[in-house]
């Protein structure tokens, strides 16, 4: 019992040197900043569009839960006992961590094959995509977490096993237990298929058939000899964006699948530790593409960032006017109107949404104001007809309102 107790404690001491260990700790303190900070915009975001969501956007909401749930569940973890050159945490915790490593990484690697599906089914299905709902998105964001639930709960049921990673300071799925315990073999190839195999050619194969029907639209419409329209433009930007973070993520994760297969089918330990802990690496990066990809190049969450962060510039540097007595206000009112000449309810008109405007009255202060006043632009309006019915909106929604395809 105390040799065994010793080889245990050993796997939990780091393998790579201090320096490595110290430069690991960096990488996945940047990591976990960026990450926290990305997919928390993300979902703030989402939150505040939440009435606009399409159902396609339900599964950028669901990954970016994915990643944030990887970030708070490994980097606290794995960023101290890097520092500390060895596991500081007890090993039910370790079995926890592995746990939520798996399971939220196929949540993502889940969520990201079915948007590609969905991509597929809009663009080259549309008599079916256009019967795609919310309701629908919703059914397949929870088969996607019930699915990784299943492979991450097979090693604490029995099924594999979870352990210390070779490097010694996380933990993850027992990759040398397959060479002597077939059950544990027989979960690390159900894994490699059906996790990463099958759901990197339905990805593949999506897109590929995506490319080729936007291509074939293309052609179409130059040999009509008519501008290309805006849904295309957006089919083809929702296609680049869903690519960009299928290849971010399939590259941050392929390393370390092509480790961890080589180490549980090899005879000998012919993976030197180093190259899992660069291929964990690769791995924990694959949070950060979501939010970066998004939240850069889509131009709907873009506006919405920007407006709120905008109106947040503005509270924060207080960029309304100082307040004044209601009296004093409006004497200065008073001395402008004279000043100009002009009488209170001459010269005045009405703005497209309906604002009275006095060109007489003082630039900063707007007839019947008190306490604080704004300088204020009016609000441009314009009138939608649509069939018979027809209304009005801001200006600045026409382009959220009509931006996206999916």
Excluded at 291 to 315: E, G, M, Q
Aim: some cysteine; aromatic content about 12%.
């Amino acid at each position: 019992m105390g040799n065994a107790s010793e080889v245990v404690i050993g796997l939990y001491v780091s393998t790579i040197s201090k320096e490595g260990d110290y430069i690991l700790a960096s990488i996945y303190t940047i990591f976990g900043v960026m990450s926290l900070m990305g997919n928390s915009t993300l979902l703030f975001v989402a939150y505040r569009k939440k009435s606009s969501l399409k159902p396609a956007e339900f599964f950028v909401v669901s990954l970016s839960f994915s990643d944030m749930g990887m970030t708070l569940t490994l980097f606290p973890f794995a960023i101290p006992s890097a520092f500390s050159h060895r596991w500081l945490f007890p090993e039910p915790m370790c079995m926890i961590y592995a746990f939520c490593g798996v399971f939220f990484g196929l949540c993502s690697l889940t969520n990201l094959t079915v948007l590609s599906w969905v991509c597929w089914l809009k663009v080259c299905c549309p008599n079916y995509g256009s019967k795609f709902s919310p309701r629908h998105a919703r059914m397949l964001v929870l088969g996607s977490w019930c699915y990784a639930l299943i492979f991450a709960v097979g090693p604490a049921s029995g099924w594999g096993a979870y352990g210390p990673e070779p490097y010694g300071t996380a933990c993850c799925i027992n990759w040398h237990l397959p060479r002597t315990d077939l059950l544990a073999m027989s979960y690390i190839i159900s894994l490699f298929l059906f996790c990463y195999i099958v759901p990197c050619s339905i990805i593949f194969l999506s897109y590929l058939f995506i490319l080729l029907a936007v291509r074939g639209a293309r052609q179409a419409v130059q040999q009509h000899v008519s501008p290309q329209n805006k849904i295309t433009n957006t089919q083809t930007l929702i296609v680049k964006l869903s690519v960009a973070v299928c290849i971010g993520f399939l590259t941050a994760w392929t390393p370390y699948a092509l480790v961890s297969m080589l180490a549980a089918f090899s005879s000998t330990d012919v993976v030197p530790p180093i190259a899992f802990a660069v291929a964990a690496i690769f791995a924990k990066s694959s949070t950060l593409y979501n939010p970066l990809v998004y939240l850069i190049f889509k131009p709907n969450f873009r506006k919405l960032l920007c407006r709120d962060a905008t109106l947040c510039c503005h509270v924060m540097c207080h960029c309304e006017c100082p307040v004044v007595p209601d009296s004093t206000q409006k004497d200065s009112c008073e001395v402008s109107r004279r000043h100009q000449g002009l009488k209170e309810d001459g010269n005045s008109t009405r703005l497209s949404n309906g604002l009275h405007e006095t060109h007489s009255a003082c630039r900063h202060c707007p007839e019947g104001t008190t306490g604080r006043c704004l300088n204020a632009t009016p609000l441009k309006t314009a009138r939608i007809i649509a069939d018979s019915a027809n209304r009005e909106m801001a200006v600045s929604e026409l382009s959220n309102d009509h931006s996206d395809f999916l």
